[in-house]
């Protein structure tokens, strides 16, 4: 992909989110800035996942995953979960538990736990549909990833 390109595409702000997946008694999690809503009726969500990812098979055959939607103060957490081994980036966290068993990511603004429904190649990525089957959210604010940086929204009084 051309710079360019990329930078063109950064200029679009996301949400941060970490998703979750428990596959042989072991937890996974990485960050993700693709995730989006499809639909209200039934309530489907997707999320991109690089197809040369080493968790690739992980996401694919667990059977779901879930999404943790980042707080504005948890540029940090998104940063360690961007890189490294995955035992290392659950290290020191409180963790919860979904109703099915995948990690909540602590402190985070929402959550939505996902059976998946889907895996559509799409280019150099999967677009994994969930159906979601559990759900929260608090008050707050997400964290916002643009032009390769983090940031929060700015709010108008």
Same mark, same amino acid.
């Given at each position: 992909?051309?710079?360019?390109?990329?930078?063109?595409?950064?200029?679009?702000?996301?949400?941060?989110?970490?998703?979750?997946?428990?596959?042989?008694?072991?937890?996974?999690?990485?960050?993700?800035?693709?995730?989006?809503?499809?639909?209200?009726?039934?309530?489907?969500?997707?999320?991109?996942?690089?197809?040369?990812?080493?968790?690739?098979?992980?996401?694919?055959?667990?059977?779901?995953?879930?999404?943790?939607?980042? $707080?504005?103060?948890?540029? +940090? /957490?998104?940063?360690?979960?961007?890189? %490294? @081994? =995955?035992?290392?980036?659950?290290?020191?966290? *409180?963790?919860?538990?979904?109703?099915?068993?995948?990690?909540?990511?602590?402190?985070?603004? $929402?959550?939505?736990?996902? +059976? /998946?429904?889907?895996?559509?190649?799409? %280019? @150099? =990525?999967?677009?994994?549909?969930?159906?979601? *089957?559990?759900?929260?959210?608090?008050?707050?604010?997400?964290?916002?990833?643009?032009?390769?940086?983090?940031?929060?929204?700015?709010?108008?009084?």
């Amino acid at each position: 992909m051309s710079r360019g390109l990329r930078d063109a595409l950064g200029c679009f702000a996301t949400g941060v989110t970490i998703v979750t997946a428990r596959h042989e008694e072991q937890d996974y999690g990485l960050t993700c800035s693709s995730f989006n809503s499809v639909s209200l009726e039934p309530a489907l969500v997707l999320w991109s996942l690089q197809r040369n990812n080493g968790c690739r098979d992980v996401y694919l055959n667990s059977g779901g995953y879930t999404v943790s939607v980042l $707080a504005e103060n948890q540029s +940090e /957490l998104a940063m360690r979960f961007a890189s %490294g @081994d =995955h035992q290392d980036r659950f290290a020191g966290l *409180k963790l919860q538990r979904s109703p099915s068993g995948r990690v909540l990511v602590p402190g985070c603004v $929402a959550w939505f736990d996902c +059976e /998946l429904k889907q895996s559509i190649t799409a %280019g @150099d =990525h999967d677009i994994l549909l969930g159906e979601i *089957k559990a759900f929260e959210h608090v008050q707050g604010h997400g964290l916002i990833f643009e032009r390769s940086r983090f940031g929060k929204l700015a709010v108008a009084a």
